[in-house]
């Protein structure tokens, strides 16, 4: 994506600039909306609620395109775990208020979840579902860094943690992940 200076910007932006404003958020949109598709999944673990949040992601992205940002991509990570968390306590509140019991729906008639459809072949899938049997941060990390593609520096920034304490609790994950996989492979033989 071209990138403009802020006074370039707002002369685009203010004359007939609608059509780069929808072109910049398309642009947006079409570059980052898988893995943040798969990274709002992973967290909350329901199909209609990942899409409503990346359609607030989107939206709140719309509404500041004229504002400055130095990194988008990372911007759009923290809007969409922000509003994440925030339906997390939202439907906790509500639950416990409604005692519902009830698990959440992932949205498949096939029974299969959304995520192991994109990711296709058996390995990634038993891979996938040992990454979500790990505790945050851990788990957090390796999907911003592996599925993301996310840099140390940047998952820092967007879980404010130092880049040391992102690379130690990757690697503490790695590890825990390594075991899980290897005690997977031993049951099934």
Known sequence: MKSFSRRQKKGLLSGGGENLERKLLENLYLRHYRELYVYVYAMCGQKALTEDILQETFLKAFTVLKD????????????????????????????????????????????????????????????????????????????LQYFSGLQQKEIAALLHLTPENVRVQGFRAKKKLRKLLEDQRDTRL
């Open 68 to 143: 400055s940002h130095t990194n988008m991509r990372a911007w759009l990570y923290l809007v969409a775990r922000n509003l994440c968390f925030n339906a997390m306590k939202k439907e906790s509140r509500t639950e416990s208020l409604e005692n519902s019991g009830q698990e959440p729906e992932n949205g498949c008639k096939s029974g299969r979840n959304p995520l192991e459809e994109i990711i296709g072949n058996e390995e990634k899938n038993r891979l996938w579902r040992a990454l979500l049997s790990l505790d945050s941060p851990g788990k957090e990390i390796l999907i």
